[in-house]
């Protein structure tokens, strides 16, 4: 059927016969009417993945790592300029785009948090470009829409503002999606060519900037291209490749600048506590991949059936639904292998195992944070999948007595409600665990949160502790690092504190040893389960930053000023405790008396 096909002939072939009694009216209802509930669909979908992720964002309190992105953010707009997130050597291009946001809505704890899940929003309309060319224009809008939604640790990720996740996943997208069409042969002009060379060059620099992980994206994507051209005996011209590589430059020029002068400490690769290839895969497939595919709770990573249960019946149930979607995935990846189809998607699931293991920070699971690569991947397999047995049943309908049926138009009807039920799927995985897991339950303290509390900005004991002490006329303090960088964000500037150990940006350390009689702030010890609900945090005192580590205490510092005859303040601030001292003292020598070391 063309274009230019005669309409009436539309319309008998619609209703399955010559000469039938449908009017062409009726058939361009049904199709309209078909784009509408389709486009309602969508709109459901995205103001429900908008409003989950706006639940988040208005219950769940900013700690001090994302506090960092929004203190560089600020610190950008005042005319510096930083790599990396502050205190290592990988992990950059995020702040600025806080800083594009701060700049156009104000500097608050919710443009900080809209930032990911724009970021977020754009990895979508990336997956729907990438599904629509791969497997055509159903399968990209539901795999758009099943990312949206699903599952739910990568929805709550969204949230959260860690400096660079996000952006490198746009970057890995956008590099995809440029080399599938150039492997295609698109676009035919001359410079359109050479612009999508160098959209291509420039998602690979700026993504490699931002974090190494751009790897998961742009060798598939290199190897696909590099095969496709070979293929086609078709050579690449000098002009698209140095343009490629001077915009992969100027993408990549934070991250040269940084290390070309230091001896390449990005290179330097810093692990965790094991850096066993064996030990990260078993970590993907026991934690992270069950998270990417819902299956799992993030935290706790209790299975989503019983999380709670510790029965072997349970967690065996479990197990089998998760090697079942294994295996289901695996048959249809083997299919397009097979069919030499969307071999870039069968190459980045073969090849993700290998850079999870090899990356050195991957032994950490809790959070699925190393694992929002796979989640794009993960849905376009699954709704390919789904669409292409709507399609095999379809064809077996048609060799059956219901041809007139397919013929009138239920058959497109069929073939798209797989699709929406694995859209349906992914959100009730998503929606369950939600009724699990925080920050959508209420908190354990009552007057904290209800079902329906909401604030454009969730740190109220942060914000207390900071309009206490600028009363209280405090402008410097010592605190632990999940308390500090927090601080100085809330208070907007009118409040510098720093840990004397972990510290990620030595000039507010410096002020604040430069300061008359910095205070210290600690946990009030009648108070400490409030305050680690209120900061969603435990380890909130000086000298410490995970739990099992040396931490000062309030009657600890007390007592090394009275045995050094040193005056002080002790006072309650909000939840904290205050203790101020007469003269500055040297944190490391009062951390060191009792043991804590950097």
């Known amino acids: 059927m063309t274009d230019t096909a005669d309409p009436t002939a539309i319309a008998e072939e619609v209703a399955g016969h010559r000469g039938g009694h449908v009017r062409l009216g009726r058939v361009s209802g049904r199709l309209s009417g078909g784009r509408a509930l389709v486009a309602v669909l969508v709109l459901f979908a995205v103001a429900l993945g908008l409003l989950l992720r706006l639940w988040v964002l208005g219950r769940q309190p900013v700690g001090s790592d994302e506090a960092v992105v929004g203190l560089m953010a600020r610190e950008i707009l005042h005319g510096h300029f930083f790599a990396f997130y502050w205190g290592q050597s990988y992990g950059g291009g995020e702040p600025y785009v806080v800083a594009a946001a701060f700049g156009l809505f104000g500097q608050s704890t919710l443009a900080l948090g809209l930032t990911p899940v724009l970021l977020d929003a754009v990895a979508a309309l990336l997956l729907w470009r990438i599904g629509r060319r791969l497997f055509g224009p159903a399968v990209g809008v539901a795999a758009a829409a099943l990312f949206w939604l699903w599952p739910e640790v990568y929805v709550w990720q969204s949230t959260i503002e860690y400096g660079f996740r996000f952006l490198t996943l ?13 492997a295609d042969g698109e676009p035919e002009s001359a410079r359109g060519r050479l ?56 993408g990549a020029l934070p991250w040269l600048w940084h290390n070309v002068a230091s001896g390449y400490p990005s290179l330097r690769a810093t692990g965790g506590p094991d850096t066993a290839f064996g ?6 497939d026991t934690y992270v991949l069950p998270m990417v595919l819902g299956l799992r709770l993030r935290v706790s990573g209790g299975w989503l059936l019983a999380p709670g249960s510790s029965s072997g019946r349970v967690t065996a149930l479990g197990e089998v639904l998760y090697a079942c979607v294994l295996l289901v995935a695996a048959l249809w990846l083997v299919r397009l292998a097979t069919k030499r189809r969307a071999l870039v998607v069968v190459g980045f699931v073969v090849l993700f195992p290998v850079f ?19 989640a794009p991947v993960a849905a376009l397999v699954a709704v390919s999948a789904a669409d292409a047995g709507a399609r095999w049943t ?41 009724t699990q897991l925080a920050p959508y339950r209420p908190q354990v303290f009552p007057g ?56 990620r940006y030595k000039p507010y350390l410096r002020e604040v040893e430069s300061s008359a009689h910095p205070a210290w702030i ?3 010890p009648l108070l400490r389960g409030q305050a680690a609900a209120a900061l969603g945090n435990s380890v909130l005192d000086p000298g410490c930053a995970a739990k099992g580590q040396l931490c000062l205490l309030a009657p600890e510092l007390e007592s090394w000023l009275a045995r050094h005859g040193i005056g ?31």
């Open 448 to 503: 904290r949160t209800g079902w329906f509390t909401w604030r454009s900005d969730p740190d109220g004991a942060v914000l207390r502790v900071a309009h206490e002490l600028e009363a209280l006329g405090v402008r410097d303090a010592y605190a632990g690092y999940w308390l500090a960088y927090a601080l100085d964000f809330e208070s907007g500037g009118k409040l510098t504190a720093s840990d004397a150990i972990y510290v």
């Open 279 to 284: 030990l990260h895969i078993r970590v993907l």
């Open 170 to 182: 746009d970057c890995g997208l956008v590099c995809l999606l440029a080399s599938l069409r150039l």
């Open 394 to 434: 379809t064809r077996v309908l048609r060799r059956s007595r219901s041809r007139e049926l397919e013929r009138s138009g239920a058959g497109t009807l069929r073939r798209a409600l797989p699709l929406i039920a694995v859209v349906v799927a992914g959100l009730a995985l998503t929606i369950t665990a939600t």
């Open 522 to 524: 600690f946990k009030n």
């Open 568 to 598: 002080y303040r002790a006072l309650d601030v909000g939840d904290f405790v205050l203790v101020e001292p007469r003269t500055s003292v040297d944190p490391l020598r009062v951390l060191g008396a009792y043991g804590i070391k950097g």
């Open 356 to 374: 999870y293991a090899y990356l050195p920070e991957t032994w950490f699971w809790q959070d699925g944070r190393y694992g929002v690569y796979m």
């Open 195 to 250: 612009a999508l060379w160098v959209l291509l060059g420039a998602s690979v620099g700026l993504g490699w900037w931002c974090s190494p992980e751009i790897a998961y994206y742009a060798i598939p994507s290199g190897v696909l291209l590099a095969w496709r051209l070979a293929r086609r005996r078709a050579s690449v011209r000098p002009v698209h490749a140095v343009a490629a590589i001077l915009a992969a430059a100027l």
